[in-house]
């Protein structure tokens, strides 16, 4: 990144180039959180990404971090780099709300175990990020909320999709250089997706998610939202590891997600995976433009490229993983739901009064159907290094489209089968559509491949260029 | 008015679910719901094989 952007403002550099320039002492820690700051207050009003702004705070951390780093160097390279969370990570001392009047007041007493990490290695902690309520829902409006939705940071007049949609405006507009969102069936991608970014679903249980507000047990995947694969294998190395408080965590051996990044992908075996948006769904022209487009950058690239296939089509790993969203949603949450529910927005009250309609045995029959589904999935994945899907199959809906609009465009969409299967996962900017708006792709890899996956993807952002584009101001 | 046979379901998932309501429209709601949850339901599998475990079974780490 040149240096005249950083004259220009240094929140508008991805985290690498920010840890690049800070090591380096070209960039203050003090500099950077200020130009955070300021870009939080000129736009943020409009763009609603934020339930909380930690202005002093973050200041103050930041002067702490610009004498460590002047007296011994940085940490590591996330020291002195702003980062925000979705207001579903436990910060303690700090409300942490969902987004809900059910939760508005409540005060966690400790830090998240990745928020944890993140001060450990110096990062500084921005603000807490606007979210569907509690992290979840299928595309509903959610205008009755205590907090208006986030607007997209490209243009306010377009959808954010997915519940770390806060999170997904604050990384494109500048308000941060790492967020943190959480993925129940889509909840990093779909965000990251519709503002360009790079957002990560690592495989399940590589992630701790202690101090996250659940939504459902077996499908819960912590995620980063960064500008690119680079910055999010800086972040996995901070965050990846196990916990032994997460009964999920998986205890395998954290690799450098950054140590071969540079690789290429010449020699590498990527599947496409066309069912989707081919036999599924009749996805817009445009993204099957961006598809094929990216088939071809990876075919220049020196890719093997092999055609696969599955069995089960987008909407049956839907009506696999929904009866187990829903009724483990109840279950974590009864409670709230017993006593809280006049507090609840429409969207979260109709998703647990359908939660209620799942039997037992209609539970235990998703979860066996999921086993099956997900060893059909892994065996057509493990066959590659990665593999390309999309990711939104439709283009990103205006908010004046209104809610059925936002419905289909949830639904068009292939995330939810890597969350069935368990499979890291990333969204990637494919390009832009002719409205302007970002279009993306996934790229998947078998359990445990985020090395390669990022690799792969870092291959295609450096190839295409579409990360360094930026919103307007 | 007597509730109709999807009312009085809906009402019973209600009170399941720790709901004590005499609102119509909440009842209606819950008919609603109970019915895109049954379209999906639906279309579960009938012939999984019996050793086919749930994803999420119990785990023992000795």
């Known amino acids: 990144m040149p240096d005249t952007a950083i004259a220009t403002d240094p929140a508008r550099l991805g985290l690498a180039e920010a840890a690049a320039l800070i090591a380096r002492r070209s960039l203050s820690p003090v500099e950077l959180v200020r130009a955070v700051l300021d870009r939080i207050a000129r736009r943020d009003a409009a763009l609603h990404a934020h339930i909380t702004v930690l202005a002093e705070p973050a200041m103050a951390a930041a002067r702490a971090a610009e004498a460590e780093i002047m007296a011994s160097g940085p940490r590591g390279p996330l020291h002195g780099i702003p980062y925000g969370l979705k207001d579903n990570y436990d910060t303690a001392g700090l409300r942490t709300t969902v987004a809900s009047r059910a939760r508005w007041d409540h005060v966690p007493a400790t830090d998240a175990t990745l928020h944890a990490r993140l001060q450990a290695a110096g990062g500084i902690l921005i603000g807490k990020h606007n979210t569907w309520e509690y992290g979840t829902g299928l595309g509903d409006l959610q205008d009755d909320l205590p907090v208006p939705a986030p607007r997209n940071a490209w243009n306010p007049d377009y959808y954010t999709a997915g519940s770390s949609n806060g999170t997904g405006v604050a990384v494109a507009a500048g308000f941060c250089a790492l967020g943190l969102g959480s993925d129940t069936g889509g909840s990093v991608r779909m965000p990251a997706a519709v503002h360009g970014l790079h957002g990560l679903k690592p495989t399940y249980g590589r992630l701790s998610r202690v101090g996250i507000l659940p939504n459902a047990y077996t499908l819960d995947v912590a995620g980063p939202l960064t500008r690119r694969a680079r910055d999010a294998a800086l972040a996995m190395n901070v965050l990846a590891g196990h916990d032994p408080l997460d009964p999920t965590s998986l205890t395998a051996p954290v690799p450098d997600h950054a140590a071969g990044i540079e690789a290429g992908v010449a020699g590498l075996t990527i599947g496409v995976l066309r069912r989707f948006h081919e036999r599924d769904f009749a996805a817009d022209p445009e993204v099957m433009a961006a598809f094929e487009g990216a088939v071809a950058v990876f075919r220049a690239l020196g890719a093997r490229l092999v055609e696969i296939d599955l069995p089960d089509s987008v909407q049956s790993y839907r009506d696999c993983m929904r009866p187990i969203s829903a009724a483990e949603a109840l279950s974590i949450h009864g409670a709230d739901v017993r006593e809280k529910f006049p507090l609840m927005g429409r969207a979260l009250q109709d998703k647990f009064l359908g939660a209620a309609a799942v039997t037992g045995a209609e539970y235990v029959t998703a979860q066996r159907w999921r086993r099956q589904m997900a060893a059909t999935t892994d065996a057509a994945i493990r066959s590659c290094d990665a593999v390309l899907m999309p990711c939104a199959m439709t283009r990103v809906p205006r908010w004046s489209e209104g809610e059925a609009r936002f419905r289909e465009f949830m639904m068009a969409s292939a995330t939810c089968v890597l969350n069935v299967s368990g499979h890291p996962a990333a969204s990637i900017c494919a390009g832009f559509d002719s409205a302007g708006l970002p279009l993306s792709l996934q790229l998947v890899a078998p359990y445990l491949g985020e090395p390669t996956l990022l690799r792969v993807a870092h291959a295609f952002e450096e190839a295409t260029g579409f990360w360094r584009r930026l919103p307007a101001e | ?62």
């Open chain 2, 1 to 62: 008015m007597m509730p109709g046979p999807k009312d009085a379901e809906a009402l019973a998932l209600l009170l399941r679910a720790g709901i004590e309501t005499a609102d119509h429209a909440l009842v209606a709601r819950m008919v609603i719901a109970a019915e895109a949850m049954r379209a999906g339901l639906d279309r579960q599998p009938r012939d999984l094989p019996a050793g086919l475990e749930p994803a999420s079974a119990f785990v023992v780490r000795p």
